[in-house]
């Protein structure tokens, strides 16, 4: 570790912290209907949206409502790129000439991009055409993240509001997300990637001759477009194979620093917009902290683990710490910083492969994405995500105490912890399950890349990254059979509406009680004492749970390397 290393997380750290208010504040005048700079440009095109769609900006949805509206227009959107892919090879935009992916790529990938995964079994530059990577992944960026938005602002009314009937209405909150948040956020970060080096063209690929004279084939498109709301939507898929490690996606230090801010900036402050809603901005600035506590422990781990390196190496008289799969331009402080960060946010784009990392530094992205990533998460999914666990939070603290519990004046009975355990319960369910099948079966076991622990911790990755809906890979897996795109593809689905449904009851049966004043023994929740309660209950839970499956994978891989032996 180095100070310079230290010196450029802190940067980063710091960076995000003085978005959080402006974000928040931004989003709060835009969830609340309220007039901002950009009003004057956009609300004809809001309205006119509106228009279409056959709803009004003051129609508001009952819960069941709301969720039927979501998986509709996801269903929709599933089944479109579903097309898109197949017929691919009759589109126009196809100057590579690709031929229509196979059914059961298509619909992994269709199951990827709806739920915001974009975990990705092929390479982008070699089987997605110009449209595909357009009009099917870039606009499925923008939906699934408004998406998840718009489910985050729906419990935050279920939390602020007091007896009423509705939450929201889901096409105008998608509505307001795309048009007023993600859409112009995204056309100042792509021209700032083109400025950067980034390509955007719609020409052919390049032929170049090398230095010994033989022809390679240069890989171009539309690619700061799609690179801008995949980081700032959490999506992650990359446009080449190589994702954020690649060039032309991630050209120096600095578009790397935009993109692992932008992975957060969103999420982050969604936690200003709760407090705001909800009248107290502490309230938000406790789950902040909470979601940066566990972060920088996360990066103390994986940054001390890769600068120590493998000791096995160190003792062929090598010195210096793990720069196995890491870009040389970002070397090991920011390729473990990137590592945490997007495996903390659902994003999964990568600038260095995980797979290479050393056991225990391939073990906090796992962990990061067994807790639900929590830790700032997908854009909107987190914040829902972290909700959840508050909701148990205050049901523990309600037990030790004697009391009733409460949260913000509402209280958490039965129905609401109920609801939280059944969307906690489904993430492991999908992971642990899939990867137990996948690891007795020939099928799953034929695409393992590693023998011995990091073989099972390549299963165990590939599902809890589908599940928690984040597309990151360890690398080693061949995940293109018709087992794993399957699979992954139902983990994915899983991980997705089954923790949604469940916050969107939870939002539906708070906003219709009532707002009970605080009293002598209410357990306060803006303070450090629930900050230390809820990173334990979210820590105890993927502990208890994870485990044993981590023991198997990351933990005996890295007690084996200490006595001499790796895979």
């Known amino acids: 570790m180095t100070l310079n290393g230290w010196i450029q997380i802190l940067v980063f750290c710091g960076i995000v912290i003085l978005l959080v208010k402006p974000l928040g504040a931004y989003m709060t005048r835009v969830f609340n209907g309220e007039r901002t700079l950009l009003s004057p440009l956009f609300v004809p095109l809001e309205r006119g949206l509106y228009r279409l769609a056959g709803t009004h900006e003051k129609e508001e949805?009952?819960?069941?409502?709301?969720?039927?509206?979501?998986?509709?227009?996801?269903?929709?959107?599933?089944?479109?790129?579903?097309?898109?892919?197949?017929?691919?090879?009759?589109?126009?935009?196809?100057?590579?000439?690709?031929t229509a992916v196979g059914p059961e790529l298509s619909f992994n990938t269709a199951a990827s991009f709806m739920t915001n995964t974009n975990w990705q079994n092929y390479g982008g530059e070699s089987t997605m055409s110009?449209?595909?990577?357009?009009?099917?992944?870039?606009?499925?960026?923008?939906?699934?993240?408004?998406?998840?938005?718009?489910?985050?602002?729906?419990?935050?009314?279920?939390?602020?509001?007091?007896s009423g009937k509705s939450i929201g209405n889901f096409w105008v909150d998608m509505t307001r997300t795309t048009v007023y948040i993600l859409l112009?956020?995204?056309?100042?970060?792509?021209?700032?990637?083109?400025?950067?080096?980034?390509?955007?063209t719609l020409g052919a690929y390049v032929t170049a001759t090398t230095l010994e004279g033989a022809q390679q084939t240069i890989a171009l498109g539309p690619v700061a477009s799609q690179l801008a709301i995949k980081m700032l939507g959490t999506n992650g898929g990359g446009f080449f194979n190589a994702n954020s490690a690649h060039p032309f996606e991630n050209p120096d230090a600095i578009s790397n620093l935009i993109q692992m801010v932008t992975i957060f900036a969103l999420g982050a402050g969604l936690t200003n917009v709760?407090?705001?809603?909800?009248?107290?901005?502490?309230?938000?600035?406790?789950?902040?902290?909470?979601?940066?506590v566990l972060f920088v422990a996360g990066v103390v781990v994986t940054y001390w683990a890769e600068a120590a390196g493998n000791p096995l190496v160190h003792a062929m008289g090598i010195d210096g710490g793990n720069m196995e799969g890491k870009?040389?331009?970002?070397?090991?402080?920011?390729s473990s910083l990137f590592a945490v960060i997007t495996t903390a946010a659902s994003c999964g784009a990568v600038n260095a492969m995980h797979g290479s990392f050393t056991a225990l530094g391939g073990l906090i992205p796992l962990i990061n994405m067994e807790l639900g990533e929590v830790i700032v998460g997908g854009v909107g999914a987190g914040f829902y995500g972290i909700l959840l666990f508050v909701v148990l939070a205050v049901f523990v603290a309600g037990l030790?105490?004697?009391?009733?519990?409460?949260?913000?004046?509402?209280?958490?009975?039965?129905?609401?912890v109920k609801m939280a355990v059944l969307a906690i319960l489904c993430l492991p369910t999908a992971m642990l399950i899939f990867t137990a099948i996948a690891v007795i079966l020939p099928t799953g076991v034929a695409s393992i890349g590693n023998p011995g622990p990091h073989g099972f911790s390549e299963i165990l990755y590939a599902y809890t990254s589908a599940a928690a809906n984040n597309g990151s890979a360890f690398g080693g897996l061949t995940g293109n059979t018709p087992w794993y795109n399957i699979t992954i593809g139902i983990a994915m689905l899983m991980g997705r509406f089954l923790v949604i449904i469940p916050a969107l009851a939870i939002?539906?049966?708070?906003?219709?009680?009532?707002?009970?004043?605080?009293?002598a023994g209410t357990f306060p929740t803006d303070g450090s004492l629930f900050v230390g309660l809820l990173c334990g209950v979210i820590l105890i839970v993927g502990?208890?749970?994870?485990?044993?499956?981590?023991?198997?994978?990351?933990?005996?891989?890295?007690?084996?390397?200490?006595?001499?032996?790796?895979?």
């Open 61 to 98: 949805q009952h819960w069941t409502s709301y969720a039927f509206s979501l998986l509709l227009f996801n269903l929709a959107g599933f089944f479109i790129l579903y097309l898109v892919q197949r017929f691919q090879g009759a589109l126009p935009f196809n100057p590579a000439g690709m």
């Open 507 to 519: 939002a539906g049966s708070l906003v219709t009680k009532k707002t009970v004043p605080a009293s």
């Open 274 to 292: 709760f407090g705001r809603m909800v009248g107290n901005e502490r309230q938000g600035w406790a789950i902040f902290a909470t979601m940066g």
């Open 327 to 334: 870009e040389v331009r970002f070397g090991i402080a920011l």
């Open 130 to 162: 110009y449209l595909v990577q357009m009009a099917g992944l870039t606009v499925q960026n923008f939906a699934s993240a408004a998406t998840g938005i718009a489910i985050a602002v729906a419990l935050i009314r279920g939390f602020s509001r007091a």
């Open 543 to 567: 502990g208890l749970t994870f485990f044993p499956a981590l023991a198997l994978g990351p933990i005996v891989e890295h007690l084996a390397m200490i006595s001499g032996q790796t895979f």
């Open 184 to 200: 112009p956020a995204c056309i100042i970060l792509t021209l700032v990637y083109v400025y950067l080096g980034v390509p955007q």
């Open 400 to 416: 030790m105490v004697g009391r009733t519990p409460e949260y913000l004046g509402k209280k958490i009975e039965a129905k609401e």
